[in-house]
């Protein structure tokens, strides 16, 4: 090989490991731009949970999809004038509710274990949820004006409605129906399950991450990160709580891209089901994943 070839060859060389090099720290920069750490929100929510150690304290808010395969099979047989009248004997008979106003009393029993805040009378749950009263509906002009009366209520019940924010003008029955009906796609059994009462919760609020701890899952309230010049005011609470022992699976699968989106069905003793999709990168997933690992269910391959 002569000295040129060989300087040739080496200018190449040297092209390659630059190359690869410049490479190398590029993946670098991306992969600490994309590391996260929940350590703020593990310093706000800690505080709440006594005797429990905190493993995961999700980043962003949990949503509940709107495919599921149960679910499109059961849309695949609702003719679409039932969907868009939502008349509520339509309703009943769907969701097989033979009497509403069991059916009512049901739907609190998961809520009662999900929030004892419901145990109280009814203003003093909704203040003590920090929920404000419900807004009066706005006067129509005089002349439709038409009179209503609330509906009378238990003080539970009066509790119940303040804290989801459902009129007093209508059954609970009706408008829990409702809220059945257009999420049935996404959870199983009825709103008197653990996978109705999570529902519910998030039907409600937004913004809400999940947190998981040695002994129980949680539902939180608790607004996104500020940047980092901004003073953290954030004031978490705890919306909905179910012991760990209550779940009996959960199956987990990343989105198309596994960057951004874990999806988990959560499956309750129960029998019920929800389907939720969290937002999150690659090290949120990864501590969520590991702070389940005792839970049977399938995870996503790494």
Do not use: C
């Not at 679409?80 to 033979?98: A, H, M, R, T, Y």
């Not at 009497?99 to 009393?105: F, Y």
């Not at 509790?159 to 009706?174: D, G, H, K, M, T």
């Not at 022992?245 to 499956?267: F, H, K, N, W």
Request: net charge positive.
């Amino acid at each position: 090989m002569t000295s040129g070839e060989r300087g040739r060859l080496g200018r190449f060389t040297d092209a390659v490991l630059g190359g690869a090099r410049a490479a190398r720290d590029k993946t670098r920069v991306l992969r600490d731009e994309f590391r996260t750490s929940d350590e703020p929100e593990r310093a706000l929510v800690a505080p709440l949970l006594p005797g429990q150690e905190l493993r995961y304290v999700g980043l962003g808010p949990v949503r509940a999809p709107q495919t599921h395969k149960a679910g499109r099979q059961l849309a695949d047989v609702m003719a679409d004038e039932f969907v868009d009248s939502l008349d509520p004997k339509v309703l009943f008979g769907l969701l097989n509710i033979v009497n509403p106003v069991v059916w009512v009393d049901a739907v609190l029993t998961p809520v009662r274990l999900a929030a004892g805040v419901l145990l109280l009378p009814g203003k003093a749950g909704a203040i003590a949820a920090g929920v404000p009263e419900a807004a009066e509906p706005e006067p129509a002009p005089p002349q439709q004006r038409v009179q209503r009366d609330p509906i009378p209520l238990t003080e539970e019940q009066e509790a119940f409605r303040a804290l989801f924010r459902l009129s007093q003008y209508r059954p609970l029955a009706e408008q829990l129906a409702e809220i059945a009906h257009r999420r049935r796609y996404v959870f199983s059994g009825d709103l008197a399950t653990l996978a109705g009462s999570l529902l519910l919760f998030l039907e409600r609020y937004s913004g809400t991450p999940l947190a998981v701890t040695d002994t129980h899952l949680h539902l939180l309230r608790m607004g996104p990160r500020p940047d980092a010049d901004r003073p953290d005011r954030r004031q978490p609470r705890v919306l909905w709580s179910m012991r760990r022992d209550r779940v009996a699976r959960v199956d987990s699968e990343r989105g198309a891209t596994g960057l951004v989106q874990l999806t988990s069905t959560i499956v309750f003793n129960d029998g019920s089901w929800i389907r939720l999709t969290q937002p999150a990168l690659r090290d949120d997933q990864s501590r969520f994943l590991t702070a389940i690992h005792d839970l049977p269910g399938q995870r996503p391959q790494t």
